[in-house]
């Protein structure tokens, strides 16, 4: 890095890094985008640099080919996809994810740079496991819970360390990625004084791996030790590794019951004790094997091979009382978990039943289009058709199956090549070079991140991308891989770039008007909200969620005014959201409800009853349809024509038969709830000539 504008791109990729989990794991699109516009920016800085430099061609090595090719599988799934707007919004994310790929391997070339990165990384988790402990004991004032935009809210709840991740098994997963991180700089550190303060961050972000409490992140983490003992090899630094542990560990065992208890029930000062009896535990332990001990050690019972199969041992034993068995001090017994959240935790409860359920209905939707798949948020856009029951989640908690899902094979195979390209030639490198290094823990890092990716939604967070892209850029940046100087002119990346910067612009401006439309319309400010969603529109004119609030907002403004024109642009701007996203039971719901008002009852019939096959397990959606009609009979009992109350009767009986005939296929029926036999109920009463005065259903 020798020019200003190099430097400048620099920095904006370690303040990308830096600050992307604290905007809650920048989930939600409107966190999201403001990051890929500074990734974009980031890039589009880079590549003038290049130009600059009177450089012609861009050069790219065998996983960033790899990386683009998969980016460029989501550019074509928009021809196929579910969602119009999702597909878009994914095919930019990976872009950007790619373009961050490729500024790791440039800018992070020296070692130097590379563990200065890995050490911001390792502070960032030390001080995030610190701020969901603050959290817990409400010392974050509440002006400060939003600060500069960032999340610092809900940091801790249901008794289990959330972060900023908002999410604690994601927050457990990212804990245990730079557990070994850690542990790694920590032995390393010669220096005293950095020792110390890496040893604090250490146990600070043990303490959060351990009290995010995610059962799938404790299992993946067990793999992966076994897998960084294969990748280091040598006894003494798996001894190490080991003792470290064992260091952290051994504290757990008796203070883990005490410590939940007082963040449960906000105990700082007790808190506070347990907390540095356990940090001084744990240096106390592990200064009894400094490394120049450690080799004293080791050199003696390197010809017993008994007793370091044995430090293995213990070691299991102690994840075994950490992980899933606990020791309660005051009541001197072993209990399962904490207690009772053990239990909530645990392989008998429904947890585990839903993630073969959402994986066994991703092969269902994945079977339907395998080679392309359903474009980018596919799953979201159309899992309700597939479900084997009813549920709610907008990921599958698999990456690899939402890929499948989302790009089919043709994106599964780039992705799946990268991976194992990167793990394949670490481990051959490793076992060509024996010296202690920092790559077998990025290894181990990098195999966690995608092993318990593969049961977890982590990567529905755009903060785990970023974190687990820089990651995957540090690991393969430590070996020399060669360019293959495309014939592609620079200027072309370069304008392509600056074409998604300023999209991504457009599109993140789109998504704060939504969400300030959102805000008014909360509040009751009809004309706000109707400006701020139409600045939207003009901005982002494939937002089908802005489209169908002003369609919600023009129907509640007809049914207030009774003017025509209100119930047609209602119409209109529904029309436009099912041009983007064709199959949203919700919006053909709604369309539904507006040909009621119309009196078209037998097209409102169509879209309910497709609705109602687009989504055949939600019983809200039966409910609303039925309670539409009970409206309609209430306020136009009198006019309404004797054929449409024949209709009205035969279609309501025709909804609750499609509910208990959809309950039938269902893994898990349910009956039919008590508000939909009292919709049925009241409506047959209304047909009858009677009134459904005090009913549950008036509200």
Excluded at 227 to 244: A, G, H, N, Q, W
Excluded at 660 to 667: A, G, P, V, Y
């Amino acid at each position: 890095m020798t020019s200003i504008t190099e430097k400048l791109s620099f920095f904006l990729v370690l303040f990308i890094v830096i600050l992307s989990p604290y905007y809650r794991g920048i989930y939600p699109d409107y966190y999201k985008l403001p990051f890929l516009t500074l990734i974009f920016l980031a890039f589009l800085i880079y590549l003038l640099a290049m130009v600059r430099k009177k450089e012609r061609l861009f050069q790219l090595s065998l996983p960033e080919m790899f990386f683009f090719l998969l980016a460029i599988v989501y550019l074509f799934t928009i021809i196929v996809a579910s969602s119009k707007y999702s597909s878009v919004i994914a095919f930019i994310s990976y872009i950007a994810w790619a373009f961050l790929f490729w500024l790791i391997l440039e800018f992070f070339q020296k070692k130097s740079l590379k563990m200065f990165l890995i050490q911001i990384m390792v502070c960032n988790a030390g001080v995030l496991s610190l701020l969901a402990i603050f959290d817990a004991f409400h010392f974050i004032p509440e002006r400060f819970q939003n600060f500069l935009g960032m999340s610092f809210w809900g940091l801790y709840f249901s008794g289990r360390l959330a972060t900023a991740f908002q999410y604690q098994n994601t927050s457990a997963s990212f804990f245990a990625v730079c557990l070994f991180l850690g542990i790694f700089i920590y032995l390393q550190e010669k220096n005293w004084w950095k020792k110390l303060i890496n040893g604090v961050l250490l146990f600070l972000i043990f303490f959060g791996f351990l009290f995010a409490f995610s059962r799938g992140t404790n299992l993946i983490f067990l793999i992966t030790l076994l897998f960084l003992f294969i990748l280091v090899r040598k006894k003494e630094y798996i001894t190490s590794v080991v003792l470290i542990l064992s260091s952290l560990l051994l504290p757990s065992i008796f203070l883990q019951i005490e410590l939940d208890r007082c963040l449960s029930q906000a105990l700082p000062f007790d808190f506070l004790v347990l907390f540095l009896i356990g940090l001084g535990s744990f240096f106390l332990l592990s200064f009894l094997f400094l490394p120049n001990q450690q080799i004293f050690l080791v050199n003696k019972i390197n010809k017993k091979l008994v007793f370091f199969l044995i430090l293995l041992v213990i070691l299991g034993i102690e994840c075994f009382f950490v992980f899933f068995i606990q020791f309660d001090v005051k009541n001197f017994t072993f209990v399962r978990g904490f207690g009772e959240k053990g239990r909530d935790i645990s392989f008998e409860t429904k947890n585990v039943i839903y993630r073969f359920t959402f994986y066994r209905d991703a092969l269902k939707m994945i079977q339907k289009k395998p080679l392309l798949g359903w474009g980018g948020g596919g799953w979201a856009a159309r899992y309700f058709s597939f479900q084997s029951h009813t549920y709610y989640t907008k990921f599958p908690h698999s990456f690899y199956l939402n890929t499948l899902v989302e790009s089919g094979v043709l994106g599964l195979v780039p992705l799946l090549f990268l991976l194992f390209y990167s793990l394949y030639i670490c481990i051959i490198s490793t076992n060509q070079n024996q010296s202690i290094s920092i790559i077998p823990y990025l290894g181990a890092g990098v195999f966690l991140i995608f092993l318990h990716s593969s049961i977890d939604l982590n990567f529905a967070m755009g903060a785990y991308h970023i974190f687990a892209w820089t990651l995957l850029g540090l690991l393969l940046s430590f070996y020399p891989l060669q360019k293959l100087k495309l014939s592609i002119p620079l200027i072309i990346p370069l304008l392509l770039t600056l074409i998604f910067f300023i999209l991504s612009i457009f599109l993140g401006n789109a998504e704060y008007y939504y969400q300030s439309g959102n805000e008014y319309r909360a509040g009751n400010d009809f004309v706000h909200s109707a400006k701020a969603w139409e600045t939207a529109v003009r901005l982002n004119p494939w937002h089908d969620n802005v489209l169908y609030q002003l369609s919600n907002l023009s129907s509640d403004i007809y049914l207030q005014t009774k003017k025509e024109e209100f119930l047609n642009l209602a119409l209109e701007k529904n029309q436009k959201a099912l041009n983007i996203e064709p199959y949203n039971y919700e919006y053909y719901r709604h369309r539904a409800d507006l040909f009621l008002l119309k009196g078209e009852v037998d097209e409102a019939w169509k879209d309910y009853k497709y609705s109602m096959e687009l989504a055949p397990m939600v019983l809200g959606n039966y409910e609303k349809i039925l309670f539409a009609f009970l409206n309609l009979l209430n306020s136009q009992q009198k006019s309404i024509n004797p054929n449409t109350l024949s209709q009205i009767k035969v279609y309501t009986d025709e909804v609750f038969h499609l509910y208990l005939e959809n309950q039938l296929k269902s893994t898990q029926p349910n009956p039919p709830s008590e508000a939909l036999n009292f919709l049925k109920r009241d409506i047959d009463t209304v047909l009858g000539g009677g009134n459904t005065g005090n009913s549950i259903t008036e509200d």
